[in-house]
């Protein structure tokens, strides 16, 4: 069930069931890209019209360079005639002048040669194209028996109608509750044992920019890179150098702007890339820092800021709490606490965390055999103890957090950057139900 198949692919999934009281739980498999994209006879289809197009860009070719030989050839029949005419005057004896003159004129056709080998390699060309374009015509003629009697435009028109609904469908899906985490996919192993990594939670789909930011504590230099591609392959990156440094590694990207902890402080930082500038920070009050309260990991994780569908978070502890996580709504505005939730859960013996339609998830360990054990649920301020398994590849987790825009977790795992994709379980009334 490992659905996202490769980093460019990005597949979301949503479970399916039916429940004893007759009420509908949606499955719903949507990928990032378009669905026209990932089936593969339109894939085949549109391998073919790329096909099409360089066939007919060839033709082009041809057409131009035959109207332009054509030309020459044209020319130079009038100059073969003069010719001609010449020699016959001359009936066999020609003056040094007349004989020099025929010669420069004779020069004049030498070109000719080569058009004429152009002629036979376009010839030969025509010949293939011909080829290629009924071999075309026989792979489309199938596709479509097989396919059905619709011409690819009305297809494509059919499978955006379809993703259209698919999506809408998502939307009114809206959240649900994790169930399964998928199998890792390594993107890329850079960098050293700590460390975080992320896309900016509230772009569109078309912005796929990554930061990089390598190390737990003191750190000031973020890369960006232009796509995730280019993340993997290490190239088309600009430097941010921060103003101030961080501490541990619970950043996130949100809205353009990268909320971190000021390093040997309380203090939220919020940096507008940008702007290059900070745009505001703030203390976040009684909360713990410099390995107070950190992770079981340790690392300076005391602050840990996330971004679900509902907006940005900080899960933090202070000592009114006795060592226990606090969850607290920030404003991405002015970073002011909206609210906070007591979940009762000691953060020492938390190995990372990430948020979920406002529920905090809490893993029991940051090594090799961790799981999601513990939920707590924001909207009831209440909590359950879970067991959700997940496959921590390379035994040491530093950095955990959930994408909403692409329903994925992100992970630092001993120098590897991981993509893990989630399974949330939904329950949606059928017509007529309340």
């Not at 907006?311 to 006795?322: C, D, E, F, M, P």
């Not at 859960?345 to 799981?371: D, Q």
């Not at 649920?377 to 692409?406: G, K």
Request: aromatic letters at 12%; charged letters at 20%.
């Amino acid at each position: 069930q490992t659905l996202f198949q490769s980093p460019e692919e990005g597949w979301q999934l949503y479970t399916s069931a039916q429940a004893p009281d007759g009420k509908c739980i949606c499955t719903a498999v949507i990928p990032a890209q378009s669905t026209c994209a990932r089936d593969g006879r339109s894939r085949e289809l549109r391998q073919l019209m790329e096909k099409v197009q360089n066939v007919s860009q060839s033709m082009e070719v041809l057409e131009l360079r035959t109207y332009r030989d054509l030309q020459y050839v044209r020319s130079m029949e009038t100059l073969m005639r003069s010719l001609d005419a010449r020699l016959r005057a001359a009936d066999g004896s020609l003056s040094a002048k007349s004989f020099q003159e025929l010669k420069d004129r004779m020069t004049e056709l030498l070109p000719l040669s080569s058009v004429l080998e152009q002629y036979k390699a376009d010839t030969r060309t025509i010949v293939r194209l011909r080829e290629e374009v009924r071999n075309l015509s026989g792979s489309l003629a199938a596709i479509q028996e097989e396919m059905g009697a619709y011409g690819y435009e009305d297809l494509q028109q059919r499978v955006m109608a379809l993703e259209a609904r698919l999506h809408a469908c998502a939307q009114k899906l809206g959240c649900g509750k994790l169930t399964g985490v998928s199998n890792p996919i390594t993107i890329r192993a850079m960098g050293s044992r700590f460390g975080s990594w992320m896309t900016d939670t509230m772009a569109p789909s078309a912005d796929s920019r990554v930061w990089y930011m390598d190390g737990y504590y003191k750190g000031r230099r973020v890369l960006e890179f232009r796509t995730l591609g280019d993340f993997i392959k290490g190239q088309n990156f600009i430097q941010h150098l921060l103003p101030q440094p961080w501490a541990g590694t619970g950043h996130v990207v949100y809205n353009g702007s990268l909320f971190y902890n000021k390093y040997q402080s309380n203090v939220v930082v919020k940096y507008h890339f940008r702007s290059r500038s900070v745009l505001v920070q703030r203390s976040l009050p009684g909360a713990g820092y410099n390995n107070t309260f950190p992770y079981s990991w340790g690392g300076f994780s005391d602050m840990d800021f996330m971004v679900d569908e509902s907006g940005l978070w900080a899960v933090y502890t202070t000592n009114q709490n006795a060592g226990n996580i606090v969850v607290s709504r920030l404003d991405p505005h002015t970073l002011e606490v909206m609210r906070s939730w007591d979940t009762g859960y000691p953060k020492r013996s938390a190995g990372e965390a990430f948020m979920i339609c406002g529920v905090l998830y809490v893993t029991n360990s940051h090594l090799a055999g961790a799981k999601v054990y513990f939920a707590y649920f924001t909207n009831t301020s209440s909590y359950e103890y879970t067991d959700v398994p997940f496959h921590n590849q390379y035994s040491h987790i530093s950095m955990l957090d959930y994408n909403p825009r692409e329903r994925a977790l992100y992970t630092w795992n001993n120098g590897h950057q991981v993509l893990y994709n989630v399974t949330l379980f939904h329950v949606i009334s059928t017509a007529g139900d309340p």
